[in-house]
């Protein structure tokens, strides 16, 4: 039986997932939280196999909940479940500890699939971006979105946040680095972004997020 955690900022979608789950006989829903700080919590007082989460999370966001897992919690798998662009977040997302990114737009089936996958200590990703990733082409149609593949993935991590609104402070406070290397960050994704302030790195980075 795969014991999973259920990770969502929206409820309707958590509660979705345990009723499709409950026709299933060896995936058991062990849990279901809405925050990043809650996974943390529910995982260090409860035996989990795997947590499927969003990216987008309140309080600590999906790649920071990641980092803490490969350190302190390496045997519990992880699959991102999100409605975020593959593209744009999946390879960054293993780098940072999770075995597989899966697309809320696909079916129960694949998602089952991957499930099993991962928790079989494999790595899940869509068929589109394995064949992309073989023939080394990351980039988009018009190639609006090809400074992701230089990214690192805590500057990957630095511009999420900004792009959600976070300030320095709050971002040195979720990534618990220093308030000067947040800034250090910023200039380094302005370079490749090419953009000379905080409004045009944003701006730039959700049109490359909706061109992908």
């Known amino acids: 039986m795969i014991k999973i955690l259920l990770a969502d900022n929206h409820p309707v979608t958590r509660k979705g997932l345990e009723v499709l789950f409950t026709a299933t006989q060896d995936i058991e829903v062990v849990g279901s939280v809405g925050d990043g700080e809650s996974i943390i919590e529910f995982v260090k007082r409860n035996p989990v196999d795997l947590v499927l989460m969003e990216t987008d999370l309140p309080k600590l966001n999906g790649l920071t909940v990641l980092r803490y897992f490969k350190k302190d919690f390496p045997n519990v798998k992880t699959l991102i479940f999100s409605a975020q ?20 737009s696909e079916n129960l089936i694949t998602l089952s699939e991957a ?13 589109d971006l394995t064949q992309q990733l073989a023939f080394g082409n990351r980039v988009s149609s018009n190639g609006k979105a090809s400074f992701y593949k230089k990214l690192s993935t805590r500057e990957a991590e630095v511009l999420k946040l900004l792009t959600i ?3 320095n402070k709050e971002i040195s406070q979720e990534l618990d680095i220093n308030e000067k ?9 302005m370079r490749k972004l090419k953009v000379t302030n905080l409004v045009d790195l944003v701006n730039q980075a959700k049109l490359a997020e909706e061109v992908l």
């Open 115 to 127: 499930i099993y996958k991962v928790a079989e200590g494999g790595i899940y990703l869509s068929n």
């Open 165 to 167: 609104g976070k300030k």
């Open 181 to 189: 290397t947040v800034s250090t960050y910023k200039a380094r994704l």
């Open 85 to 104: 662009p593959e593209e744009v977040y999946a390879l960054n997302a293993i780098k940072a500890g999770a075995s597989g990114f899966i697309s809320k």
